[in-house]
């Protein structure tokens, strides 16, 4: 079935540090993919999507750029803040599917 | 805010009770998703109804129901409560067609 694989955490970055979170999928088809991002304390927030191959998602400053031929959609970030701190959830949904298949979540901490 | 109300933020309660947790989707989204998160698990989902009707099961246990109401709210049933039941509790909603969903800020449901 589909599945996603995602960064094992947690990763801890110091301030204005390049971040990468590595995310693979295996899928049939053309799934939707999806960046979600969880505050200490809060609910799960959309933070980018992309719906085809070669499209880039990005929001705040996060990219995200989905690969078939890799099954990838790592997520990026040129320059972190403190306020980045969270747990990002890598995502995807099958093209016929009603859920949404989730990553285990990678825990992200900027030090300032 | 994604506009996905639940309630209660919090609940704590005794082995073998019942609970009922409530959501309130966006305006205008016909389509309700729950899902559970755990330390285990990670997020799982449990199931979806879209107007009124269940469309779609996904690892939801036979002591766990659902439903949604005219007004398109749903409630998440959860009866004969386990130690292992404690977790984080989501609704999400969609428009129809729409490969996002949009979560609520969750119910935490702790059982002691």
């Known amino acids: 079935g589909d599945s996603v694989t995602q960064m094992e955490g947690p990763v801890t970055l110091s301030e204005e540090a390049f971040l990468t979170i590595n995310c693979t999928y295996t899928?049939?088809?053309?799934?939707?993919l999806f960046w979600y991002v969880q505050y200490p304390g809060e609910g799960l927030q959309l933070l980018l999507k992309?719906?085809?191959?070669?499209d880039k998602g990005s929001n705040k400053g996060f990219e995200a750029t989905y690969r078939k031929e890799t099954t990838s959609f790592h997520l990026e970030k040129g320059s972190v803040q403190v306020s980045d701190s969270a747990v990002y959830f890598c995502?995807?949904?099958?093209?016929?599917?009603?859920?949404?298949?989730f990553g285990s979540g990678t825990r992200l901490s900027i030090r300032p | 805010d994604s506009g996905v109300t639940q309630t209660p933020k919090h609940l704590i309660t005794a082995t073998g009770q019942r609970v009922t947790l409530r959501c309130s989707p966006r305006?205008?989204?016909?389509?309700v998703y729950w899902y559970q998160q755990s330390l285990d698990q990670g997020l799982q989902f449990l199931i979806q109804?879209?107007?009124?009707?269940?469309?779609a099961k996904g690892n939801i246990l036979e002591r766990f129901s659902a439903q949604q109401f005219p007004d398109l709210h749903s409630e998440l049933n959860l009866s004969s409560l386990e130690l292992g039941d404690s977790a984080l509790y989501f609704c999400?909603?969609?428009?129809?067609?729409?490969?996002?969903?949009?979560f609520g800020p969750g119910t935490r449901l702790t059982v002691l």
């Open positions: 999400a909603s969609s428009p129809f067609g729409a490969d996002t969903q949009y």
């Open positions: 899928a049939t088809g053309y799934p939707s």
């Open positions: 992309a719906t085809k191959a070669d």
């Open positions: 995502a995807l949904k099958g093209s016929s599917a009603s859920k949404i298949i």
């Open positions: 305006s205008g989204d016909l389509s």
């Open positions: 109804y879209y107007n009124g009707e269940e469309r």
